[in-house]
């Protein structure tokens, strides 16, 4: 099973992402790496299926709630020095002196939410543009 995130529009001032889920797996021609590059066209018919087109193949999906949500976060780390620590004398300016220590704090930023995945799960139909006629 492959899973691809994609960014959708703002809900409540927190971007939502949607799950994308592919039976089977993708491989490349070229032995490259897919992370990062052009996968294919997702699009929405008028009944709010969606379609994704990879290369000369068209799959058909379903949109299903997940049960619970997913929450996108980014570990922060900000270093603050202290003051209390900066003063130094001539005893303590060794590499290991208290002037040097920093506290840091740990905090978490929600970048964006999943609620919903799109669900490929029947086999790619290919894409016949011309059809040659039967030559007699």
Known sequence: MVQIVVKMKNVDGCPEW????????LESRHE????????????????????????????????????????VMMKQC???????MEMETDQLKDSQSQSTEQLAETHYIVNAIIKRKLVFKTRPKPIITNVPKKVF
């Open 18 to 25: 949607l799950l994308i889920e592919l039976q089977g797996r």
């Open 78 to 84: 900000a270093q603050e020095s202290s003051d209390s």
């Open 32 to 71: 490259c790496q897919l992370a990062g590059n052009f996968i294919g066209d997702l699009h929405f018919n008028k009944q709010g299926i969606p379609i994704f087109i990879i290369g000369h193949h068209i799959l058909y999906g379903k949109v299903h709630n997940l049960d619970k949500p997913f929450i």
